[in-house]
């Protein structure tokens, strides 16, 4: 009689590698935004990738970090909190990471941003920025990557209550003209988080994939497999790409990027704030500048007068006690907004053509 043993053994060891593999769970994609970050995972019962909703049911999570004399906050709990604690509040982190403090574009940040920006320990090739913070009544120092890795943590969360289990693989996006050294940092800010980063992927090549996979088989809307040259047009809240993609069947070739790393949203925002700023000096003589929750209630007020400038020609902003219990009153037209940030449109411009 014929022993199987050895083949029952076999069996039995691919089944429990199986059962290892499920109870892990799927690699997951997750979209590290300057503003926005999400997290999504293919279902092959449906053939297309889920984007998976948090706690609050919202398919993006704001890229915000917090701290208090209790806990930290990220997300939207982050980002509520902001005004009371603008010093300790933590946002716009891609445009740090990857980069050496001394850099032109993180001195004119730090001019912006309400949270402490230091020179941290020089790795040889310069110093590296740190973010100072009080946290639970101690004075803390975190790399750009620690808080990345915080808002990371934060979508394996989000993945893992969606799943049911534990998620250790991801791939994570960028924008296409990081370069080598934000590219490693994004990758250490994932090890950090506890994640196993499969790959780097551009942010604009992801998309392409993405629309790829939906159109799959009815590319040219008649069910055959045409060629089909795609423009990918990725402006977001901190950093701008643009891509030409070539798509054939499963074969996805970039032939040209062009884009900005540090021209999105937030300088749009920016601008309407120095506008808002100069406005109430004038009217009040006072400066508001130096004060971090003035500019902070401000900048907010500034992003909602934005998205109304989407679909109406003129808005107005209303801020009550701003500074020193002055209340601040004004009006915005779409005209006045795309003036104000005409060179930025001027270089989108420049970077769809040259594409």
């Known amino acids: 009689m014929e022993d199987n043993s050895p083949d029952v053994e076999v069996e039995e060891e691919k089944g429990r590698i199986s059962t290892e593999e499920e109870e892990e769970g799927p690699a997951i994609g997750i979209d590290l935004g300057t503003t926005y970050s999400c997290v999504g995972v293919w279902q092959p019962q449906h053939a297309r990738v889920e984007i ?36 300790n509040t933590i946002f716009d982190v891609k445009r740090l990471i990857g980069r050496k403090f001394g850099d032109e574009i993180v001195q004119n940040d730090i001019k912006q941003w309400p ?22 009544g101690e004075e803390k120092q975190f790399a750009a990557e620690e808080i990345s890795s915080m808002i990371l943590q934060k979508m394996k969360s989000i993945a893992e209550a969606y799943l049911g289990k534990q998620v250790r693989k991801a791939v994570i996006t960028v924008p296409s003209y990081f370069n080598d050294a934000q590219r490693q940092s994004t990758k250490d800010a994932g ?48 950093t701008f790409d643009v891509s030409i993609v070539k798509m054939e069947e499963d074969v996805f070739e970039v032939k040209a990027v062009n884009g900005d790393t540090h021209l999105g949203g937030g300088d749009f925002n920016n601008r309407m704030v120095s506008h808002f700023v100069a406005e109430f000096e004038k009217k009040h003589k006072k400066n508001i500048s130096e004060d971090a929750r003035a500019l902070g209630r401000l900048r907010a007020a500034c992003e909602r007068a934005k998205r109304v400038l989407s679909s109406a020609t003129e808005t107005s902003i ?29 270089i989108v411009w420049c970077q769809l053509r040259s594409a």
């Open 52 to 87: 998976i909703t948090n706690d609050l049911g919202n398919r993006t999570t704001p890229s915000w970090v917090a701290f208090t004399d209790v806990e930290r906050h990220i997300g939207e709990s982050a980002q509520n909190q902001a005004a009371m604690n603008p010093s």
């Open 318 to 346: 209303n801020i009550d006690c701003l500074f020193e219990g002055i209340d601040f009153s004004s009006n915005i037209t779409r005209a006045l907004f795309d003036k104000m940030n005409l060179d930025c449109l001027k």
């Open 115 to 136: 949270f402490k920006v230091i020179a941290g320990p020089d790795s040889g090739c310069g110093e590296k920025p740190m973010i100072a913070v009080t946290y639970k």
């Open 191 to 238: 090890v950090i988080a506890g994640l196993d980063v499969l790959r780097i992927i551009n942010e604009p090549t992801s998309a392409a994939i993405a629309y790829g996979l939906d159109k799959k088989g009815t590319v040219s809307g008649s069910g055959d497999s045409a060629v089909k040259n795609i423009l990918v047009f990725d402006l977001g809240g901190g």
